[in-house]
């Protein structure tokens, strides 16, 4: 059973920090893209942080300074540092995996964990 599963979200004031965490079971992720993807309130679903097979991590350039996108291969984890974040970043935060960075390639995701900054 293949499985993405977050934690690590939650309430916080403007300028604070959260650190997101997603494990991965089921399945061998290393040859894919991992990343974290946000949808916001009447949005679309948008790419914030990836990391692609070779390491190599990219980030939109709303977060770009802010976040830092970490992973531990050992634990099948996928970790989303966040810090000065402000209002705009709120949303529902996913992990999501596929075979390339690009969303439209992302197969499987978690289930999502609320980011609310006030």
């Known amino acids: 059973h293949v499985q993405l599963v977050e934690s690590g979200g939650g309430s916080v004031q403007a300028g604070g920090s959260l650190r997101l965490s997603c494990v991965g079971s089921?399945?061998?992720?290393?040859?894919?893209?991992m990343g974290w993807f946000r949808q916001a309130p009447g949005k679309e679903r948008e790419g914030v942080a990836t990391?692609?097979?070779?390491?190599?991590?990219r980030y939109a350039d709303s977060v770009k300074g802010r976040f830092t996108i970490s992973q531990d291969t050992s634990k099948n984890t996928l970790y989303l540092e966040m810090n000065s974040l402000d209002v705009s970043d709120t949303a529902v935060y996913y992990c999501?995996?596929?075979?390339?960075?690009?969303?439209?390639?992302?197969?499987?995701w978690g289930q999502g964990t609320q980011v609310t900054v006030s």
């Open positions: 999501g995996a596929g075979r390339y960075c690009s969303l439209s390639y992302i197969t499987i």
């Open positions: 990391i692609d097979p070779y390491g190599i991590s």
């Open positions: 089921g399945y061998d992720f290393s040859m894919h893209c």
